[in-house]
């Protein structure tokens, strides 16, 4: 199989509002060791991650899939030519390698907010808000993962990680290894070991802490207020605000 990448580089401050700035990380229950559902979704798919660069728009459905799944709502399928119709419509991939220059984390959320992601049947999945969160920052990463479910993660990967994943070992740092390109993937757990779950090409997979402290260069929670419900405890959430702060921009 063909690994392709597709994250453009980050952008610092890209993305206006911060997690902490909505949500009291202080007053959050400490995420257990062991948390997430990524069970509830019995076959990912690879939605084109393997034909082109759409790691962003792959990353989006499959979070659309979990948080659909988690709410107990009819789970929505996507494939290839769904996947790679928004990457296309949001970025003017035409099917050319000169056209495939993947995404900005930002502007593909702003498309998410905006437009929604579309699955087979024409449904329209958009996001409501989304707030960054701090390169290598693990404690946020941690507790916005334990929240939502999913959230998108953006790294630089090394070619090391290619191996790693094809032998079927966790990403783990690798000394001197070559960055290839960025990548996206939803986060969407953390296991036994300690290890962070991530979805990439088709499947679950293990990453070491120390990775994603090393590699990780920008994130992003998404905020769906019909996902919240039920699943985030009010006072630990300034609905309110994140509202108001959404109409001023």
């Avoid at 990912?44 to 990353?59: E, M, Q």
């Avoid at 958009?126 to 941690?142: E, F, R, S």
């Avoid at 993962?145 to 690798?174: I, T």
């Amino acid at each position: 199989m063909t690994y392709f990448l597709g994250k453009r580089p980050a952008r610092v401050g890209s993305i206006r509002f911060g997690f902490s700035q909505f949500f009291s990380t202080t007053d959050l229950p400490t995420p257990p060791l062991v948390f997430g559902r990524p069970g509830l979704i019995a076959s990912w798919g690879v939605l084109g991650n393997d034909r082109c660069g759409d790691c962003c728009w792959a990353g989006a459905a499959h979070e659309t899939m979990l948080w659909r799944a988690w709410a107990g709502a009819p789970v929505p399928a996507f494939t290839d030519t769904s996947v790679m119709a928004d990457y296309a419509h949001a970025t003017g991939y035409d099917g050319t390698d000169a056209s495939d220059q993947g995404t900005d984390m930002q502007a593909g959320a702003a498309y998410r907010q905006k437009h929604g992601i579309i699955d087979v049947a024409g449904g329209a999945h958009k996001i409501d808000a989304y707030v960054a969160l701090p390169p290598g920052d693990l404690d946020q990463l941690t507790v916005s993962a334990y929240l939502f479910g999913a959230v998108g993660v953006g790294m630089e990967l090394p070619s090391s990680a290619m191996d790693q994943f094809s032998n079927g070992e966790p990403w783990a740092p690798v000394s001197g290894s070559t960055i290839e390109g960025g990548h996206y993937v939803p986060c969407v757990g953390r296991n036994s070991r300690g290890q962070f779950l991530v979805v990439t090409w088709g499947r679950l997979h293990a990453v070491e802490p120390a990775f994603l402290a090393q590699y990780m260069d920008e994130g992003v929670a998404y905020l769906s207020f019909e996902q919240l419900q039920g699943s985030v405890n009010p006072r630990h959430f300034d609905e309110a605000g994140l509202r108001k702060a959404l109409a001023e921009l």
